[in-house]
């Protein structure tokens, strides 16, 4: 197990060897720090939904792998979700402290499990990879957000019909949801006149992984680190360890084959989503817990997902 576990965590090490470049040269600031932001743009519209599209654009997708994923998800999101809630009134937190625990706990950073995928299983993980993200991407933005403005917009008195109108909306111009609805329109299309435009999304996608873990490396900030034990505790042991578990035993269940059941725990056992700060500030949540939960949870996922795909 030991010897698995350096064998793995040599082979997932250059996508954390890049986190901690691009975090590296913020401090250092090469380039400018305004590049990052413009950076994280670029990735955010353009290179990550050129990536989607290209792999999924050519998935040949059935009812059973959707259906096989699909349970993977909401199993995980359902057991995750009603532990944060019953722990959450146990020890009682407010929504400004349990939504953000709930944020750490079943968003995935799904750049990192893309780049570890394609690092383990070249094309064939990343085709898989592109599948969970299909089902997740809409699903976790849909239950965050309506959570996020049900429970901050009652407390406001301001929760209305136009605000779930607008949240959406707002879903409905996500950039990664639109790529991938593209993609699936082109994979049952099949079309080989139109091969020009999956190869250049193809060309487009080959530099997001790498720039995306610059981008998250240099948004880490571990000097405003603030350490709250419970519910970092709470958050991270969901996250790093729980969902992982969960997504291992489903799988298992439903019977997929050795590289499905890894690309799942490994989506599952990724660092919550770095945009998790902003929709709690967005939202008025604790904003300071969140980038706590966040950069320990990057931090431990070094040593955390090669011990479980070693276990695996």
Same mark, same amino acid.
């Given at each position: ?5 350096f ?24 380039p400018?720090? +305004? =590049?990052? &932001? ?11 939904? @050129?990536?989607?599209?290209? $792999?999924?654009s050519?998935?040949?997708?059935? /009812? ?5 994923? /699909?349970?993977?998800? $909401?199993?995980?999101?359902?057991i995750?979700?009603?532990?944060v ?5 146990l020890?009682?937190?407010?929504? &400004? ?7 750490g706990?079943?968003?995935q950073?799904?750049?990192i499990a893309? @780049? ?7 094309? &064939? ?7 969970? !993200?299909?089902? $997740? ?10 959570? !996020?403005?049900m ?5 406001k008195?301001?929760a209305?019909?136009?605000? =779930?109108? %607008?949240?959406?909306?707002e879903? /409905? ?17 099949? /079309? ?5 435009? #999956?190869? %250049?999304?193809?060309l ?5 992984l790498? #720039? !995306? ?15 709250t034990? %419970? ?7 969901l ?8 997504a =291992?035993?489903?799988?298992? $269940?439903?019977?997929l084959?050795?590289? &499905?059941? #890894? ?8 660092? %919550? @989503?770095? +945009? ?20 320990t ?11 479980l795909? @070693?276990?695996?």
């Amino acid at each position: 197990m030991l010897s698995n576990f350096f064998q793995i965590f040599l082979l997932v090490s250059p996508v954390f060897l890049l986190i901690i470049l691009g975090n590296f040269l913020r401090r250092i600031k090469v380039p400018d720090i +305004s =590049f990052w &932001e413009i950076n994280d743009k670029l990735c955010y519209w353009v290179l990550i939904p @050129a990536l989607l599209f290209h $792999y999924i654009s050519q998935i040949n997708l059935s /009812s059973e792998m959707l259906y096989s994923y /699909s349970i993977i998800i $909401y199993v995980g999101f359902f057991i995750a979700i009603l532990t944060v809630l019953i722990l959450g009134k146990l020890l009682g937190y407010p929504p &400004e402290r349990w939504t953000s625990i709930l944020q750490g706990a079943v968003r995935q950073n799904a750049f990192i499990a893309l @780049a570890i995928t394609g690092s383990l299983f070249g094309d &064939e993980g990343l085709k898989i990879a592109s599948i969970f !993200m299909l089902i $997740y991407v809409p699903s976790i933005n849909i239950i965050i957000v309506t959570t !996020m403005v049900m429970n901050f917009g009652q407390s406001k008195k301001n929760a209305s019909k136009n605000e =779930f109108i %607008t949240v959406f909306i707002e879903l /409905s111009k996500n950039p990664f949801i639109l790529a991938m609805i593209a993609g699936l329109i082109f994979s049952i299309a099949q /079309s080989e006149k139109l091969k020009v435009i #999956i190869d %250049t999304s193809g060309l487009l996608g080959s530099a997001a992984l790498p #720039i !995306m873990l610059l981008t998250i490396g240099a948004k880490i900030k571990v000097r405003d680190l603030a350490l709250t034990i %419970t519910p970092i505790l709470i958050s991270n042991f969901l996250k790093l360890l729980a969902l992982p578990t969960i997504a =291992f035993f489903v799988a298992n $269940y439903l019977e997929l084959n050795e590289i &499905e059941v #890894i690309v799942a725990v490994i989506f599952a056992a990724v660092p %919550t @989503a770095v +945009s998790s700060h902003t929709l709690a500030r967005q939202f008025g949540a604790d904003d300071q817990l969140m980038t706590s939960i966040i950069t320990t949870q990057v931090i431990l996922s070094f040593i955390t997902i090669p011990i479980l795909l @070693a276990f695996i």
